[in-house]
Each structure stands twice: as C-alpha cells, then as structure tokens.
C-alpha cells in the first residue's frame, strides 16, 4: 500500500535541482543551505522568531493555485521538501535587483544587514501576492535599521505589485503543487509523506514509536534547537483526508493537517473569535505552515487555538486502523502534555458548530491573548468566551475557554453554569469575576506571574463584557454594580 522507499531526497533551489542521498531526513533546510555554502539565509534565533532564515516555498494558497510562501528555513526538516522548489535569496535578483530588493536599497531598509535577506523573502513572497502589508514582515526582526524605512521601501512596492508578470510569475504559473508521496530511507532514518489515511495507519502499524509531523513548527524546535533524534517521522502534509475545509450551514469541518494561513482566509469572518486569535498567532512564516492538528496534538496548556475551540463546542475527528470516533475537544485533555489520543489515532479533522443555543437571537463571541509582544509572541494567559442571549437578554449558552491558567487547555465549567439563566449584566459578570477568581491556580514562571495570571482570566471576562456592550445594539442594562 506505501509506496516504494527511495535512499534519495531531490528538490530545487532557485530553479536548480539538487538530490542528495543518503542524507538526514531531519537535518534543516537552514543547516544544509549554510553546509552547502548558500549563506544568504542566515541564522538568528534558530527557533522561528526572528526571520532571518526566511525562505520562500512554492505551495497551494488558500485559492488552490500555487504561491511563493514565506517560511522559516530552520524549522522544516529536509525531508518535508522533497520534491518541492524553494527560492532562497540568492535566487532573487535575476541579472538586477528585485524590485523588492531595489527599494530597500533606495529607502535604506538596511545597515547591517543580518536580517536583511530575511525581508527580502518575506516581501518577495508578498509581492506576488500582492499583499504588502505590515503582516508580510510581523516575522521578521531588525536591531538596527528600524521598520520605518522597510515599511516604506513595503508601502512603494505594494503601489506596483499589481503589474506583476516576470520570471517569478511565470515560474508559478507552471509550478506543480500537488505534493506526491514519498517515502525516504537511509538505514537509521526514515520520512514518510503517504497521501492517504489509510497509509498513515499502516505505517503506523509498522512503526508503532513512529513520530507524525504536520508543518513542523512545533516539532522543527526540537530538531533545530534541542537535537531531538527521530528515527522514523511520517508526513501529514499530503494525506488528502487531513486537508479538507469544508463548510455547511451547520457546521465548518477543518482538516488538521490544513496550514492556519488557508484557515485565516478561507473562514475569515465566520467565526470572530478565530479570526482575531489567528490575527495573534505567531507569524506569517509560521502561519504558512502551522497547522491545527499541530496546535492540538502538543497539548501544550499555552496553546492559544484550544481555547478558541473550546469556547466554540468544537470536536475532534480522531481515526486509525481500529475505526474513528468523533470526541468533544473539552474531553481530549488529559493532563500536563496528556491527550486521550490512542496508539495508532491521529487527529483527522475539528468540527466546529456554527448554530447558536436555542432559543437565543444573538451570540458574543470573541478571544483575546496577553504576551510580552504584539505579533510572534507565546500567550501569557489567552481566553475566548461565547455567550448567547435570548431576546430579553438572558444567557442561555456560555463558554469560557482559556490556556495558560492550568496544565491543559479549559473551560471554567462552574462559571459557565452558574451564569446560564442570568442576565448578562454587570451585576451577573462582577459575580462571575468572584467565581472566576476561584475557578483556576495558574502558575508562576518566567513569562508572568500566578498573580497577574489570575488578574488576567478575571479581567479579560470584564473586557469581554465591556467589548460586547460596545457594539450591542440591546438595550443597556448595568443592573444592580456591587461596590
Ligand atoms: C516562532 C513560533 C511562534 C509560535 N507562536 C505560537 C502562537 O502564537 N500560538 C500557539 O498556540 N503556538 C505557537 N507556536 C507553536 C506552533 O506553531 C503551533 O503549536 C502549531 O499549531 C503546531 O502545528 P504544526 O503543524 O507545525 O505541528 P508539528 O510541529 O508538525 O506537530 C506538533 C505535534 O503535534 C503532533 N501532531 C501534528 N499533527 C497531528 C495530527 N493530525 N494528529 C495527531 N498528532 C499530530 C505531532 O506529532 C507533534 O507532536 C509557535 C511556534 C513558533 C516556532
Ligand atoms: S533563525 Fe530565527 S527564525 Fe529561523
Ligand atoms: S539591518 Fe541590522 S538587524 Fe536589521
């Protein structure tokens, strides 16, 4: 059923093809173009942050056709590129500069130029996109030029890049972007990229301490930074049932292996809660190639989309060898790191219900993230609530979600039920807070204290409540405020 096993990994760089043989699968994309002497990209942090390994990939977009997308070089494993082209910026100014290149010459967007090459990719890759915006560039960091000139050399390239139609257009044009299947093996290492579930499940079979990856940018950190050694990895990135985004009146089901870029324009105003932590989530780089199984299946308490979902009822579709099963995503958090995932399961896709409570005429719904820095930051505390209210402005259905406030993902269950049947007042949401300061016993550590912590998940309910009054067009009623 898998397909035949290949001691060769082959792609292109810069329209040249290179193939390599018996290589390490898990080696970077970063740590080969520097061994292969291609040192335009440069290593900064080494961990995603700072941009200055950017490279551009040619992949799906959102729209089903193919794009130059901005990723991070020291994240991706060698063995997720196979057969893919890749642009480094070496590859970019083709017998002159860029025009991406020739205005940040023109407008001094660059002094030392470490992270320099870093920009060039990210606004390259946002040029045939046609979207110059200050999101092309979130994922990039300068210590010395400062943005203004790179946002300006960003503004006057955005005036252009509608007359796109070059070499870099045209390569796209008749670029392929249906990944296919590939199986590598040199012996101690192994990387599989079956295309359907059913393969997962056998390789699974076969190699039962085998590693799954999606877009890596979890799972990259420890082969970039920590030299975690994974024997056997395979692949989602091309199963067709772990790609699908499909949307009814009812519901929206997202495969878990879609990047949360497509996720980002193709749901974009459905549910606002999503929109707005996605508009948080990392970076664009990362964003390209993160995925929601990703997020879900590192279990981690600081994820910032299982709140979202929490707070939006969402489900996980969950299937391997032995049948699948469909699990509310509140009971898939076992513990610190824990999930009730199976051996052998893999999380197929999230359903997310779109109804609101019965009953009700009106839904708010939104979340917020706190971290030490807008864009490319890990949440302190992050938090959505969903409340929906009926025409006299009772709650029906509450859900309050958070990550950073224990060791998994959760909803602050005695809350929510204490507020079903309340007015959703003030006097309700101060007695809600009271709860509330109860409900979790956040931790200290480095990026805040349990204290401010737990000020947060009060705080950010309050804010909710001020935000849904904003733009309510019910009548106000502030109740009865306790002093
Ligand atoms: C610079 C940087 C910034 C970041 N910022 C944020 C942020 O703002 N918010 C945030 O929440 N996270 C952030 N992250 C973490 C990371 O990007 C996310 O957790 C992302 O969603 C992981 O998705 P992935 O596809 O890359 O997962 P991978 O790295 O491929 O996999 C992560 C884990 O999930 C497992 N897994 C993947 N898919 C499945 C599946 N379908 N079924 C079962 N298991 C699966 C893998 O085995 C692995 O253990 C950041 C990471 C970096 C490097
Ligand atoms: S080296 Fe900093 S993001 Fe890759
Ligand atoms: S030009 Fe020096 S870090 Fe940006």
Redesign the pocket.
Known sequence: MTHGSTNQLTFTINGELVCLKDIDPTCTLLEYLRQSDRMGTKEGCG???CGACTVALIGKGADGKPHYQAV?SC?IPLGAIAEREVITVEGVANGQLHPVQAAMVQLGGSQCGYCTPGFIISLFAAYYDRALDDMAIE?NLCRCTGYLPIRRAAQQMAAHSNEVGDIFSHTLERSSIELSPFNYGNGDRQFYRPARLVEVFALLQQHPNA???????????ELSWHRQQYPVLIS?EAVAE?QVLEQTDESVEIG??VP?SHIEAILHGVFPSLDEMLH????RQ?RN??????????A?P????PPVLLSLDAELRLASAHGSRVLPLADFFKGYRQTD?QPG????SILIPKAIAAGAVRRLSQSY?V?KRGT????IVAAAFTIDLDDRNQILHARLGYGGVAATPARAIAVEHFLIGKPWNIATVQQAKTLLNKAFTPLTDLRGSADYRQRLIVNLFEKFFVEGWADSDLTRDWGEVSS
């Open positions: 961990d995603g942050d991070n994240l994922g590693t799954l990856v999606a877009g890596a940018t979890d799972l990259g950190l989602l772990l878990a292996a949360l948080w989530f990392a970076a990362v190639r993160a995925t929601l199984g990703g997020n879900i299946g590192t981690s600081i994820g910032d989309l995932l399961e893999v999380i197929v993230k971290g490319d930051d890990i949440s």
